[in-house]
């Protein structure tokens, strides 16, 4: 079955850097789109980066700029590197794997803070 791990969060200040991995096991993780969704409280869950087989990438306007996204297809792994961070950054983040089906990790809390 398809599993997705992931690591990297915690707590940062504002204005600080973190990096979030995913390791994907049980599919062909180069034929897969991959890549991060986050939630807040009360809110829905919303895009942050994908990139796709081909290298393309989707980041949405909010993080654009503060956050990339790539990815290592040797070592089954998405990164996602968050610099600049702000308040309004603090959710669950959730790797993403697509190739048919949808495959969601258990997610990875990011708090920003002061």
């Known amino acids: 079955q398809v599993q997705l791990v992931e690591s990297g969060g915690g707590l940062v200040q504002p204005g600080g850097s973190l990096r979030l991995s995913c390791t994907i096991s049980?599919?062909?993780?180069?034929?897969?789109?991959v890549g991060w969704f986050r939630q807040a409280p009360g809110k829905a869950r919303e895009l942050v980066a994908t990139?796709?087989?081909?290298?393309?990438?989707n980041v949405p306007y909010s993080v654009k700029g503060r956050f990339s996204i790539s990815r290592d297809n040797a070592k089954n792994t998405v990164y996602l590197q968050m610099n600049n961070l702000k308040s309004e950054d603090t959710a669950v983040y959730y790797c993403?794997?697509?190739?048919?089906?949808?495959?969601w990790g258990q997610g990875t809390q990011v708090t920003v803070s002061s």
């Open positions: 990139i796709s087989s081909g290298g393309g990438t």
């Open positions: 993403y794997s697509r190739y048919t089906t949808p495959y």
């Open positions: 049980g599919t062909i993780f180069s034929a897969n789109t």
